[in-house]
């Protein structure tokens, strides 16, 4: 039997890819999601993962931790806040600390739940500008939480060097890519089926195109 995977799931393009994919290696039996309600600035997100997991047969922990909300401020959580660049370079949807604190309530519920394998879909190849995103942050997180919890938890990050279009042509590789176009949820500012001017929406859409383009030199 395979080792149990825990994936942390927010129901956007990159989480949904990672959780069909670790369907598709192990089983839905062997796979559960953990999704985070944190004062995103709509809950269509939320919608979006409680409905691939049950489509899927994944069993979904979601955990409230709205007390993010008191102790930052950003455009993410915040409808009136612009989306733009911040004073400090990074981009105004910036959640300070947001994939540290996923990380370490899922290792402490994959404890809890004799799971090792965590996956999270971050990739530092066409992200955002966020710091938390790169390869060499989850290293040194996997190396604190072992320590932490003197446990030998393996975090994974399919998506790490691929851009959207290659996130795409996995989906496709999996037989999924209508699926995910239609099911997950990218846009920030929580538009049903995508605002198409946001960042995350501009990211997803030109993927898409580039993707389709390669796809049609195939
Ligand atoms: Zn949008």
Redesign the pocket.
Known sequence: MHEKILVIFSGGQDSTTCLLQAVADIGAAQVEAITFSYGQRHAIELECAHRIAADLGVRQTVLDIPQLQSVTHNALMDETAAITQGDDGLPTTFVAGRNALFLLYAAIYAKGRGIRRIIIGVSEADFSGYPDCRDVFIKSMNVSLNLAMACDFRIETPLMFLDKAEVWALADRLGRLDYVREYSHS???G?RG?????P??ALRERGWREYLTLRGRT
Request: proline fraction near 0%.
């Open positions: 846009c920030y500012r538009v995508g605002c198409g001017e946001c995350a929406c």
